[in-house]
């Protein structure tokens, strides 16, 4: 028959509950592993999407301990997840302007936008948090 250990409150929480404990430390590693690939897997323009995969710990409403991988860069969903094809207007302006495939200049009134594939960058990461 096992024994029974009782581990008194405080001590429990300390251990398994708390970000500094040793199941929060295990947590956090696991994400910055996810968050490392992550960034290794995203694709690179200007390199603010990779800069800004962070990870952190987050409050859950059972006080349950939760580590969250994320980018605050306001493309990263459309990065992720790509886009429909939309249609691309002007705004503010008459007229559009981009640099082509063909790496010239062009102005358009109205661009019929293909869409975007996803990179799955996050997604295709957390397979590494099981390791």
């Known amino acids: 028959m096992p024994d029974i250990v009782d581990v008194p409150g405080p001590l429990f929480n300390a251990v398994f509950m708390e970000p500094g404990g040793m199941i929060g430390r295990d947590l956090l590693l696991r994400g910055q592993g996810v968050a490392a690939l992550a960034r ?19 409050p859950t409403p059972y006080g349950d301990l939760a580590v969250e991988v994320y980018s605050d860069v ?3 969903m459309y990065e992720e997840d790509g886009t429909r094809p939309h249609v691309i207007m002007p705004r503010h302006v008459r007229v ?26 996050l997604t295709d990461s957390l397979p590494t948090a099981l390791r």
């Open 74 to 76: 306001d493309y990263a």
């Open 40 to 58: 290794a897997k995203a694709r690179v323009r200007t390199g603010n999407l990779r800069n800004n995969i962070k990870t952190r710990f987050l």
């Open 96 to 121: 559009l302007r981009f640099m082509g495939k063909d790496g010239r200049v062009h102005f358009s009134r109205i661009v019929h936008h293909p869409g975007t594939k996803g990179s799955h960058f």
